[in-house]
């Protein structure tokens, strides 16, 4: 009995510095680019299409690295990952402060991005999975429901600091405390995590390499990483244009950061009712929920026209959308996959995911340009309901005896 409540108490321990290294990363790493696009776009000579190709540039660079992290996870190297991601995403973000040409920009966002692919939720989440497998949804939930305030933190945070100092000063701070707070947290954390793994059983890293490639010839498992990789595109676009979107629809900057500030607590909502409702709740039905929230913001989006009242009710719906996804996603890629080599299932789900997270601001720009926002929401829209259709063809022909 000792022994169980020593374990519990070491399994707590880690999920608390996962949690807290978690929305530090995404705080100063992730949000603090929508968080200060327009100050950007104010401070430099460049268009929101060269500003949004940085971020775009990052996402792509986490995807084709995502693959790669996902196998050194499978072969215990998380705690090493995620602890050196961090860092290294701290030292780049110090430096994005001294940028001063584009090219520069650009080459610290690519460092940025690689980093996306050590420390955000992919490789966490993976380490969670392989290490707890069926019991590792406690842990994921736990994670996100407190990573769910780092743009709450975020937009708040760095529009106050600007405003008292500048943007570099933002970006100063952030990269401080990714350095000295997230990166030893992660790096702490996932120790534990691995340590438990080690003591569980001990890792296969031959079998990966016998399936490369199968996972792309399998249908359900390409089904389920194109309707993931365009609710990234949705997720991503919105969120990355969401400031101009709003100014766009009649909104002042401070009311902007208002309700991009919501979408934070709303994740965590989310979150709370599926945890609590879970016993009750297929995971079939709470990932239709996600898809079908995610397209409805998009309708609230349009018609938010009206004020602050309809833009604060896209935020509710939008955030509860999302921070539901971020929960069943690697619930239900468990539920269908399965959990051998997991780590490069996960991984490889992340590339597709991430192709379609980078895609989305750049993509968003061009059709802003084409035919402004208006024409963009109507998009992805569009793509939400086109994932709902692919994600629940996936659901009618997975393998039976799962778990959704």
């Known amino acids: 009995m000792q022994a169980a409540t020593i374990k519990q108490e070491v399994n707590n321990k880690a999920l608390a510095m996962l949690a807290i290294g978690e929305t530090i990363v995404w705080v100063c790493l992730f949000y603090s680019f929508p968080a200060l696009l327009i100050r950007w776009e104010s401070a430099f000579l460049w268009s929101r299409l060269e500003l949004t190709g940085a971020v775009t540039l990052a996402i792509l660079v986490s995807a084709l690295f995502s693959p790669v992290f996902g196998k050194l996870i499978d072969r215990g190297f998380g705690p090493w990952l995620l602890g050196n991601g961090a860092m290294f ?46 019991s590792a949804k406690r842990g994921i939930i736990v994670v996100t429901l407190v990573a769910g305030f780092a743009s709450t933190i975020c937009f708040p945070a760095a529009h106050l600091i600007a405003n008292l100092s500048d943007w570099q000063t933002v970006v100063r701070v952030f990269s401080i405390a990714t350095m000295l707070i997230g990166a030893p947290l992660l790096y702490f954390g996932a120790s534990l995590v691995e340590d438990e793994q080690a003591m569980a059983q001990p890792s296969d890293t031959q079998s990966g390499k016998s399936q490369k490639g199968a996972y792309l010839r399998n249908t359900l498992f390409m089904r389920l990483a194109i309707a993931f990789a365009l609710l990234a595109v949705v997720h991503g676009a919105t969120l990355h244009h969401l400031l101009p979107m709003l100014n766009d629809r009649g909104l002042a900057l401070g009311a902007s950061v208002f309700v991009a500030s919501l979408i934070g607590p709303m994740q965590v909502f989310g979150r709370i009712v599926i945890t609590v409702l879970q016993r009750q709740l297929s995971h079939k039905f709470i990932v239709y929920c996600a898809f079908i929230f995610m397209g409805s913001a998009m309708v609230l989006l349009f018609n938010s026209y009206n004020g602050l009242k309809g833009a604060v009710l896209f935020a509710i719906v939008f955030g ?54 208006d024409a963009l929401i109507i998009v992805l829209f569009c793509l939400s309901f086109g994932g709902l259709w692919l994600i629940n063809g996936t659901m009618h022909e997975a393998p039976a005896g799962r778990s959704i």
């Not at 996306?116 to 290490?131: K, S, W």
């Not at 051998?340 to 968003?364: D, H, M, Q, R, T």
Request: hydrophobic share 55%; net charge negative; glycine share 14%.
């Open 320 to 373: 509860s959308g999302y921070g539901i996804l971020s929960i069943i996603r690697p619930i239900i890629a468990r539920d269908i996959l399965g959990d051998e080599n997991f780590g490069a299932k996960s991984g490889l789900l992340a590339f597709f995911y991430l192709i379609g997270a980078a895609a989305s601001p750049f993509v968003g720009s061009l059709i802003w340009v084409a035919g402004g926002y």
């Open 89 to 134: 995403g701290g030292i780049a973000l110090f430096l994005v402060s001294f940028a001063t040409e584009l090219w520069q920009f650009y080459c610290l966002w690519g460092v940025i991005g690689c980093c996306f692919a050590a420390c955000l939720y992919e490789p966490c989440f993976a380490l969670l999975t392989r290490a707890y497998g069926a």
